[in-house]
């Protein structure tokens, strides 16, 4: 690393889900006012232990002892799968995603100090195997291997995720005039407590319908057909156990429904909702509303995003002073 410099590293917010793909899509977004909605991490150097600093909008939501971290612990996770001893670093997390949101806020740390380590220490595990580090790692918060938010904030953009397949996820195309207006409220829903009201098993009519939905999606998108990928957008899953944990959804989705909005679904687990919309005036309208109707205190966070072309990467060095 060159001497009185930082290297920082970025990786995206996402929503998982995507309503209609449960646990199979995933997507990663960045505003259009073109500010980072994600977490940041920088490696300040090397030391004698591994320290960590945390600052952001977001850090009273986290652990106070920073070795309960996500970021430390993905270290001593990545050492251990590289088998050697590293050398300790000193590192600063900008943590600026919510806690519990749907935003894929744990996914989000993780991918980026994953993604950081593996930049630093020379690209010890090709993207594949970086891939599924992350996902284990994520697993641990979520109580579940997936991959729907650890791959859009990985690799950017529409995420398809392809189980027993040894490419992991596919990228899919999406609709350039389409932008998504991500709502937080400002409170916590546990991503464990939102799964645990989930259905045990589906029937087979119920299996086929969803299947069905996903593939007249997906056919959409290629075939870029906005009016019946838009019609497509339905959650047979997660969304009717769902509905008491997130009693607003019915009556903000009829509202927006009649201002134009195509779908307002759950951004994962939530609370988070997301809107998709095909005008940016549709969607400057919604941020609007759902700021108004559906925030709840001042971690709120409400903001109009289009698709993110680019996952985890690194951001330009900074000067130390």
């Known amino acids: ?35 980072l909605l994600g977490d940041v991490l920088d490696i300040l150097g090397e030391a004698e232990s591994l320290s960590l600093t945390i600052s952001g909008r977001y850090v009273h939501q986290l ?57 630093y220490f020379g690209q010890p595990f090709s993207q594949t195997e970086l891939l599924q580090l992350m996902a284990t790692a994520e697993g641990g918060v979520s109580g579940s291997v997936h991959y729907d938010n650890v791959a859009p904030s990985y690799f950017g953009g ?15 195309p999406w609709f350039a005039d389409w932008q998504v207006v991500l709502c937080y409220p400002g409170t916590v829903l546990s991503t464990k407590a939102a799964r645990e009201v989930l259905p ?23 075939s870029s057909d906005d009016v019946d990928a838009a019609a497509a957008l339905q959650d047979l899953v997660a969304e009717p156990a769902r509905l008491p944990l997130l009693p607003e959804l019915t009556a903000l989705r009829a509202a927006l429904t009649d201002a134009g909005v195509l779908h307002l679904g759950i951004s994962g687990a939530g609370p988070t909702l997301f809107a998709v919309c095909n005008s940016s005036a549709v969607a400057d309208f919604t941020a609007q ?20 072309n680019t996952g985890a990467r690194a951001l330009e060095e900074q000067a130390c002073n």
């Open 1 to 35: 690393m060159q001497k009185n410099s930082i290297k920082r590293y970025y990786a995206p917010a996402s929503t998982g889900n995507l309503s209609v793909g449960f646990d199979l899509l995933g997507a990663a977004f960045a505003p259009v006012d073109g500010s």
């Open 63 to 119: 652990p106070a002892a920073t070795t309960d971290n996500l970021v430390s612990q993905a270290f001593y996770a990545f050492e251990e799968a590289l088998g050697k001893t590293l050398p300790r670093l000193q590192l600063h997390l900008h943590k600026n995603l919510p806690v519990g949101s749907g935003l894929g806020s744990s996914a989000c740390s993780i991918v980026v100090a994953f993604y950081a380590f593996n930049d």
């Open 158 to 172: 529409l995420q398809l995720m392809l189980p027993d397949s040894p490419a992991i996820c596919r990228s899919l």
């Open 200 to 222: 045990k098993q589906l029937s087979l009519a119920h299996s086929i319908k969803f299947a069905g939905a996903l593939s007249r999606f997906v056919s959409a998108l290629y």
């Open 289 to 308: 509303y759902l700021q108004t109707h559906y925030a709840k205190n001042q971690d709120a966070l409400t903001v109009v995003c289009r698709l993110a």
